[in-house]
């Protein structure tokens, strides 16, 4: 009966050890290929760039709206926007105006 006591011990350990394996294994590939493994970091920073820049185009367009509030605040009107406005929006136009259309 040499070692028969120790075989379910070590069928323990050989157990034990492959879900250590296994696991090890599994932390190791999404390390390389998860959502923020190896793999992913360039395409994380190629959108992290295009975002950014999306950022600043926005930022500029919310400045240029800001500028035009301010013109129009019913304290003092800017006198060119509330015309700009009335020919676009009313189609309100003197009889002597020209009327261009630019293509934007």
């Not at 069928?11 to 492959?18: C, I, K």
């Not at 970091?41 to 820049?53: G, I, P, T």
């Amino acid at each position: 009966m040499r070692g028969g006591k120790h075989e379910p011990r070590i069928q323990r350990e050989r157990v034990t050890q492959a879900f250590a394996l296994s696991a090890l294994l599994l932390m190791a590939g999404m390390a390389v290929f998860g959502p923020s493994g190896l793999l992913a970091w360039s395409e994380n920073n190629r959108l992290l760039e295009s975002r950014q820049k999306e950022l600043q185009q926005l930022a500029l367009e919310r400045d240029d709206l800001k500028n035009r509030v301010a013109l129009l605040d019913p304290r003092g009107v800017d006198p060119d926007i509330a015309g700009e406005l009335l020919r676009k929006d009313l189609n309100v136009v003197h009889p002597d105006e020209m009327v261009m259309l630019l293509g934007n």
